[in-house]
């Protein structure tokens, strides 16, 4: 498991945009399969995009074409760009990474370590 700490996200009105970020320390991102989630109140946690070591994507059908997965090497963050936000966006957004590279699109592998960063979407 590896210590991520998310950060970025607030209120935003519908149709915004946010960018959220997440920092490892001591750990290199790169090399990780790497996943940002996200969980509503009274609902399951809902994979949102996934990036494999070498830099291919997955995103889920709700955010696709919103939102935007990538790795700041230089800074050793994972970053989710996000626009066009919908108030069915509103959730605590994690992120997560391990090293089964056979698995990187399985949110089954992934086990969020930090608080996660809340975003919320006003109508």
């Known amino acids: 498991q590896v210590p991520l700490v998310e950060s970025g996200g607030g209120p935003v009105q519908a149709g915004g945009s946010l960018t959220l970020s997440c920092a490892a320390s001591g750990y290199v991102l790169s090399v990780y399969c790497l996943g940002w989630f996200r969980q509503a109140p009274e609902k399951e946690r809902e994979e949102v995009s996934f990036?494999?070591?070498?830099?291919?994507?997955q995103y889920a059908d709700s955010v696709k074409g919103r939102f935007t997965i990538s790795q700041d090497n230089a800074k050793n963050t994972l970053n989710l760009q996000m626009t066009s936000l919908k108030p069915e966006d509103t959730a605590m957004y994690y992120c997560a990474a391990h090293t089964r590279r056979a698995w990187c699109y399985d949110q089954r592998y992934y086990i969020p370590w930090g608080q996660g960063t809340q975003v919320t979407v006003s109508s």
């Open positions: 990036m494999d070591p070498w830099g291919s994507t």
